[in-house]
């Protein structure tokens, strides 16, 4: 993760802006730079340690889910020992990442805690770069989830939270009720992994299925500016809807 090491190593002047470029200049220290001077500065020699578009991609993607997080987790009040627990397992199991990975998305966490900014000025500003991909929006609406149900439950001002997201992507209540159901009991969780009704047809299933693995295909998820960690989520989505249809296929005996 190259913006990682030019983050740590104090390379950058980073001139990310908005609200989460605030949580992580404060996390690590950095001061901000405006457009023209960070043009300039790209131009000459040892202006190398600004982020390329891509890394800043990368950069928005990672703060904006961990100072989600933060927020949803201080949603009702206070972080409990639970909460907590569930974002670190999310980071070691889920994003799988190292130690020098996880003290990055704690810092970031802990800044956007108490950061003035609300949840809905990081996902505006999240939602702008990544409007277009519709799959990265849905990675990031399940990171919340995930973490929002960890204890078995969704409490309102969490769902609250995740409902505010959901506006601002554009998400249908439908669509956002199939993510759920993932995690809380509401439909099948094998049809709404691949986006699908019960009542879908075997033939309106097998093509679901076909566009959902093109679109999460491993070299086409890589190919969209991710943090390499979110990448091994995003193949684990990949092996989920692989999963799904064949657990549909055997139920209904295709």
Same mark, same amino acid.
């Given at each position: 993760m190259s913006w990682l090491g030019k983050m740590i190593g104090g390379t950058i002047g980073f001139a990310l802006g908005g609200p989460l470029g605030a949580v992580a200049g404060a996390a690590f220290g950095?001061?901000?730079?405006? &457009?023209?001077?960070?043009?300039?500065?790209?131009?000459?020699?040892g202006g190398q340690g600004y982020l390329s578009s891509n890394e800043e991609a990368q950069l928005i993607f990672f703060t904006a889910a961990f100072s989600m997080l933060a927020k949803i987790c201080?949603?009702?009040?206070?972080?409990?020992?639970?909460?907590?627990?569930?974002?670190?397992?999310?980071? #070691?199991?889920d994003l799988q990442l190292d130690p020098e990975g996880q003290e990055t998305a704690k810092r970031i966490f802990r800044q956007a805690i108490d950061s003035p900014e609300g949840f809905e000025a990081f996902a505006r500003q999240f939602y702008i770069v990544f409007r277009t991909q519709p799959n990265i929006i849905e990675l990031m609406v399940d990171v919340l989830l995930r973490v929002s149900t960890a204890d078995g439950h969704i409490s309102?001002?969490?769902?609250?939270?995740?409902? #505010? #997201?959901?506006?601002?992507f554009n998400v249908s209540d439908t669509d956002y009720t199939r993510m759920k159901s993932k995690y809380v009991r509401v439909t099948n969780k094998y049809y709404a992994?691949? &986006?699908?009704?019960?009542? #879908?047809?075997?033939?309106?299933?097998?093509?679901?299925?076909?566009?959902?693995?093109?679109?999460?295909?491993?070299?086409?998820?890589?190919?969209?500016g991710l943090p390499e960690e979110f990448i091994k989520f995003a193949?684990?989505?990949?092996?989920?809807?692989?999963?799904?249809?064949?657990?549909i296929k055997t139920e209904r005996g295709l």
């Open positions: 950095h001061t901000f730079v405006d &457009k023209k001077e960070e043009t300039y500065l790209k131009s000459i020699p201080k949603a009702d009040g206070q972080i409990t020992e639970k909460e907590i627990q569930a974002v670190e397992t999310f980071m #070691a199991r309102l001002e969490e769902e609250s939270m995740i409902l #505010a #997201a959901i506006g601002i992994v691949l &986006k699908c009704d019960e009542s #879908a047809s075997n033939e309106e299933i097998k093509k679901q299925y076909r566009s959902l693995v093109t679109e999460y295909h491993p070299d086409k998820i890589e190919a969209k193949n684990d989505k990949f092996r989920e809807i692989q999963e799904a249809y064949e657990h």
